[in-house]
């Protein structure tokens, strides 16, 4: 077994071991989502993406739908697109 928590490959830096910067960025995210789950918790390794990331993530939570009016647009132009190009069904 792991000696830290692991996500998939990935193993999870303690805090107490993270560079001053690591834990800056894991204080930012912390603040922006309220909890640091998942993939996620990789964004500590590179503090520049993860300051950068988590604000904008937290304006995409999870599970979070765009507008029907939107989605009924993106469906038409995609098959539009696929008619034009004449792609396989598969890839509606």
Known sequence: MAETPTFGRYAEIPYEQMTPEQQEAYRSLIETRGSLLGPNKIWVHNPKLAKAAGPLGAHFPAGQLLPYRT????????HQQQMAFRLPDECA
């Open 71 to 78: 989605r009924a647009r993106n469906r038409r132009l995609h």
